[in-house]
């Protein structure tokens, strides 16, 4: 039996590849920080524990639980756990995007680090970064995202390369919109973080807040937006094939804006992104 952590499981793409990977045979060890989502976890059958991304402890605490059951084995880690702060990059404090690195990058690097221990010493290894289409282009009031997922690509293809014959595979997936509870958790984030009043980007703010009230009585759905399930089959790719992919592309945005970037200029691409951006806050 394959075993695999896979961080970020309350809800969205950790809970469902968590459920469907245990299913298919993997010890799965589903982690996330809060305590009331460990326990639902539990009652639905997964084997769950409490890791905060931002907490060294944590990761250490949760990393010796999932040992403890396998004599010290791991074969694969799904860094999937992370978080958006919305904002305009002016209205970053110091604090708050270092608290969105602490999460989507520090943690996510911790865990990896003590994890490609375990599998140097075992002689093989998957890990897998769940990334975003904002690891490879950049959108507006995304700062602190976009920062953290261009961090973690730059850091996971430069592990890439150390590892390299080292018989631990590491591979991207980048998704783009999914559905999940990603947007409610990153508007949270917007409202405790991010102050309104006296902005210079005040009215986009306010119009932003009267679309997302509009967006819970009507309940549209993007298009583009897959389920889930679109992410399983490729992280099942890159965990069991011989010879996993360096990324995988999961939704048509995420395809267009990856062939879009290599091949426009800058010019023209922001002005492609910025109309994006621009669609999306009126």
Not at 35 to 58: I, P
Not at 94 to 116: A, C, M, P, W, Y
Not at 207 to 220: F, G, P, Y
Request: charged letters at 25%; a positive charge; one cysteine or more.
């Amino acid at each position: 039996m394959k075993t695999i952590l896979v961080t970020g499981c309350s809800s969205g793409i950790g809970y469902y590849c968590a459920k469907e990977l245990q299913k298919s045979g993997y010890q799965v060890f589903a982690t996330t920080r809060n305590d009331t989502d460990v326990t639902r976890l539990q009652k639905e059958g997964l084997n769950a524990y409490r890791l905060d991304l931002s907490d060294s402890k944590s990761i250490d605490d949760a990393l010796k639980w999932a040992l403890k059951q396998t004599n010290g084995k791991l074969d694969a880690l799904f860094n999937n756990g992370a978080y958006g702060q919305p904002g305009a990059v002016e209205d970053l404090s110091r604090d708050v995007l270092r608290q969105q690195f602490e999460t989507n990058l520090f943690g996510t690097h911790e865990l990896t680090s003590k994890s490609i221990r375990i599998m140097r010493n075992q002689g093989h290894g998957r890990i897998i970064q769940n990334s975003s289409v904002l690891g490879l282009i950049t959108l507006k009031y995304r700062g602190a995202y976009n920062a953290s997922k261009f961090a973690l690509e730059g850091l996971t293809d430069t592990l890439r390369q150390e590892l390299h014959g080292s018989n631990i595979f590491v591979s991207l997936i980048e998704p783009g919109p999914i559905e999940s509870l990603f947007r409610q958790n990153a508007h949270k984030a917007f409202k405790q973080n991010i102050t309104i009043e006296g902005s210079a980007h005040q009215q986009v703010y306010e119009a932003v807040e009267r679309r997302l009230a509009k967006q819970q009585t009507e309940r549209k759905q993007d298009p583009f937006t897959l389920g889930p399930e679109a992410v399983l089959k490729p992280l099942i790719h890159a965990l069991e094939s011989q010879k996993p992919k360096a990324r995988y592309y999961v939704t048509f945005p995420t395809w267009l804006f990856a062939a879009l970037k290599r091949i426009l200029p800058n010019i023209v691409l922001d002005w492609i992104l910025m109309k994006v951006s621009d669609d999306e806050n009126k």
